[in-house]
Structure formats: C-alpha cells, structure tokens
C-alpha cells in the first residue's frame, strides 16, 4: 500500500508520522515544493523507525511526481494554513491554484489513487478537486468530518467528566465555524443521550466551543492545528488501506442525498477500500434539516469564488 501526502508541513508531516506508526502502509511519500523539505522530513521520520518499531519506507521528494507513481492513496494538504483572526475561506485564492494543479499531476502518475483532500477552504477544495480530475465521485474525499467530530467528542467528554471513548457524537455540514453542525440530539456517554447528564446551558457550550475550535487553536498556536488534523486524516488512510468501512462525516460530492447536488459538504460515509463506499443518509429533524439547507448555501457561495 503505498501513500502519497502532498505538503510536507504541519499536517501532512503530523499525518506521514501517524501513518508510519500504525504500521499498516509498506510507502509513504511526501512531496512539498519547498526545495529539500519533505527529504528532510522524511528523513527525520525514518530515523524515529527503530525507536518506535515500525517498517514502513518514508520517502521525500521536491516535486517530483515520477516518485509519487501508482500510489494506492494520497492527501492533498499543501497551501497556506489561516492566522490567528481568518476564516477558513479568506485562503481560496491561494489554495484553489495549489489544490488545482497537485490534484492534476497526481492522477497522472496514479490514475487509479483515492485523493483525501485536507487544504482549505476544505469542502470547496474537494470540489475543485472533483471537477478538475473528473474522477468517479467515491475517489475523492474531504476531511474535515472526520476532526470536527473528534474535537466535538472532546468538549463532550470535557463537560461530562469522562473519558473521550466513552463518548460518541458526530458534526456534518460545512468545514467552517459557522457551517459545521455537531448533532447534540444524537450525541451519547455509553448509548445514553448526553442531555440526561448535561443541562442545556452546558450542551450550548459545548456546541459553540466544537465550532470555534480550529479557531481557538490557532489563536493559541499563532497558525492551524496538526495533530488531531494529522490524527483525523491517517484514520481515514488506515480506513482505506484496511477495507475497515469505519463511518466518518466526509466532504462526499452529494448527488441528491440530503436534498443537495453538486456540492462536497460534510455527511456520514462509510470508508474503504473503494475510498467513499457509501453516503449514510440519517434522519435529521426540521432545524436540522434547515441549518444543513443553510450551511450548503454557504458552501456553495464559496464554490462561486473559484
Ligand atoms: P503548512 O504551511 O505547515 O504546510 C503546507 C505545506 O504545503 C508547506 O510545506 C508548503 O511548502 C507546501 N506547499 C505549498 N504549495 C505546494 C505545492 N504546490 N505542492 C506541494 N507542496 C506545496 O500548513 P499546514 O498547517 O500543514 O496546513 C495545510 C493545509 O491544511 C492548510 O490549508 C490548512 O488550512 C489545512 N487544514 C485543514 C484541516 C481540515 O480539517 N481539513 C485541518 C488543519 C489544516
């Protein structure tokens, strides 16, 4: 299984080491333009390789896409992370030429790749990604879901006092602190609804502080997050490689599921071998049917940027 992660800073880097730890893929390249970059990351990962006991090759290359040749996955986390006080969305101009062109040269060195897209703003980027390779719609992922609903599960967990495995919960809809939708109604403490155990009060905080989190973060880190982002994507990777059909909320390009069509925003989807094996269509109620409605539009306003 080899895998390909385009950008070899924070994230992608966060997310090679991931990959390499787990141990289930025999390659991992990384590929940055930044000259020597990614051979130097590389080469800092594999030295880690006796020390933390995996086998896994990690390699580095400065643009040179003949070495990222028939990978089985790749993630595009190449472009510039937002700084303390942007939205996720002011990055488009520049992220949008980037995302453009590494979807472009990776589908011609491995035309049968499944992409996980993680550069922002993510939903559009996947979109781009869509209509610039022109790919069946399972091969091309985003991965926002995936994070959001880990950072969700922390301020559930953080509320309750109780461990983060003991919590399940999910957020769908756009990858932006105003689109994302973390779904208290369905959020459980060991299949128990949360609000036995959290007043409404509680439950509104921990809502509003899964939206602000990636913002929270990057006022305290003066740039973007990278582990849970690292942690969220080599889940998704490990659940390709593997064939697990692990459920993920993904950017999935929508066609008629949940009433929306050519638009990549946050839903369920099972994930594995053939990257997107199924969009999960759960029964959402009227306000949550109509912030979904309203998290779209957004979406789809910055799909108008492009
Ligand atoms: P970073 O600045 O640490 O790394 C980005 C890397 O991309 C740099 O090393 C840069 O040289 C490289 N790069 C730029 N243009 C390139 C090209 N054409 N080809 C190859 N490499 C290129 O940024 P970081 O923190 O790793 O974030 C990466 C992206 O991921 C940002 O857009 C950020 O907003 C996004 N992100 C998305 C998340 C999500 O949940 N979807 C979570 C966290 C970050």
Excluded at 7 to 35: M, Q, R, T, W
Excluded at 59 to 80: E, H, R
Excluded at 94 to 103: F, Q, R, Y
Aim: aromatic residues 4%; negative net charge; hydrophobic residues 40%.
């Amino acid at each position: 299984m080899k895998v390909t992660v385009v950008g070899a800073g924070a994230v992608g880097a966060s997310c090679a080491e991931y990959i390499a730890i787990k141990d289930f893929a025999s390659e991992v390249v990384l590929i940055d333009i930044k000259e020597g970059f990614a051979e130097g990351k590389a080469m800092d990962l594999m030295q880690t390789a006796s020390l933390n006991g995996f086998d896994t090759k990690i390699t580095g290359t400065t643009n040179d896409y003949s070495k990222t040749a028939d990978s089985d996955i790749a993630v595009i986390t190449s472009g510039i992370p937002r700084k303390p006080g942007m939205t996720r969305e002011e990055l488009i101009s520049t992220n949008a030429g980037i995302v453009k062109s590494v979807a472009e040269n990776l589908i011609k060195h491995s035309p049968n790749v499944i992409i996980i897209v993680v550069s922002n703003p993510m939903d559009t980027m996947t979109y781009l990604a869509h209509k610039a390779t022109g790919l069946p719609k399972n091969r091309i992922i985003g991965m926002g879901g995936a994070l959001d609903s880990a950072r969700f599960k922390y301020r559930l967990a953080e509320a309750l006092d109780c461990p983060a495995s003991d919590v399940d919960g999910m957020v769908i809809g756009g990858h932006s602190d105003t689109g994302m939708i973390p779904l208290t109604r369905l959020a459980t403490r060991n299949s128990v609804p949360v609000s036995k155990f959290l007043s409404d009060d509680k439950l509104n905080y921990v809502l509003e502080e899964t939206k602000v989190g990636g913002a929270t973060l990057t006022k305290l880190l003066g740039t973007s997050a990278w582990y849970a982002p690292g942690a969220a994507v080599s889940a998704m990777v490990q659940a390709i490689a593997c064939d697990t059909k692990k459920m993920f909320p993904s950017s999935c390009m929508l066609d008629g599921e949940y009433g929306l069509s050519d638009i990549c925003i946050g839903v369920p989807a099972i994930i594995g071998r053939n990257g997107i094996e199924k969009i999960v269509e759960i029964e959402l109620d009227d306000a949550e049917k109509a912030k979904l409605a309203e998290s779209a539009d957004a979406v789809k306003k910055t799909n108008g940027l492009l």
